[in-house]
């Protein structure tokens, strides 16, 4: 499967513990985003990567929200201290890189099958 | 800033018969535009694009959208559905410009009477 990979799939956590998602995106795939989504609603942009940089943060994104890219292939998402307010699913997508097929691409993204927080 | 509009957050409808599902857009810059469907627990999966030339897009499922720069819509439409339609539909919108986050609408549930 080359597809974007999410892991874990599902968390279950008490509220106040640290959890961390991964993600890997599709090989070639420069870019990187991570949306999160609750029930009912959209997903909303938390913040994106090209290769390792981290170019735009959402203000959803508090202080307890840290997002890695290190090496620009796969991305982790860290929550600290969990609140239930936090629970949400969280999805990962990746869009090759500009150039000259973004006429083809137009940015168009990925998204993996997503990450399951429950805060309890 | 970009915004996406999904007029409907519900839509019901009988096998077989038609559907329509609105989205207008709001944005100064020009934009691409696009439908993702989201099956329940499952991440979101393209529909069909829009990015410049024909008006008329055709995506995946014998689903079709129509730009209309006027009215600023992006409506997803199909003849004849199936029970395997039912899912939740997003309509999303980015800036036509390298590197741009894609903003996504509220969503459209379409549910499928037999």
């Known amino acids: 499967d080359t597809g974007v990979s999410q892991d874990p799939r599902h968390k279950i956590t008490k509220r106040g513990q640290n959890v961390t998602f991964r993600c890997d995106p599709i090989s070639e795939h420069n870019r990187l985003y991570w949306y999160r989504q609750t029930l009912g609603q959209g997903p909303e942009f938390l913040t994106y990567f090209q290769n390792e940089a981290q170019l735009e943060k959402s203000r959803l994104l508090s202080d307890r929200f840290s997002a890695e890219r290190p090496k620009g292939s796969f991305s982790t998402l860290e929550i600290q201290r969990t609140e239930q307010g936090d629970s949400a699913m969280y999805l990962c997508?990746?869009?090759?890189?500009?150039?000259?097929?973004?006429?083809?691409?137009?940015?168009?993204?990925?998204f993996g099958e997503g990450s399951w927080l429950t805060v309890v | 800033a970009q915004s996406v509009t999904q007029l409907d957050s519900q839509v019901p409808v009988f096998e077989e018969a038609p559907v329509e599902l609105r989205c207008n857009y709001s944005s100064s810059v020009s934009v691409y535009l696009f439908w993702y469907v989201q099956y329940p627990n499952q991440g979101l999966q393209l529909l069909l694009k829009?990015?410049?030339?024909?008006?008329l897009v055709k995506g995946i499922n014998g689903f079709e959208a129509e730009f209309n720069k006027s009215q600023t819509s992006f409506h997803l439409r199909k003849p004849s559905v199936h029970i395997s339609d039912t899912a939740e539909y997003f309509c999303a919108v980015t800036r036509y410009s390298s590197a741009s986050k894609i903003i996504f609408g509220s969503g459209t549930r379409l549910s499928i009477r037999p």
């Open positions: 829009y990015l410049s030339g024909s008006t």
């Open positions: 997508a990746s869009s090759p890189p500009v150039g000259t097929d973004q006429f083809v691409s137009g940015n168009t993204i990925y």
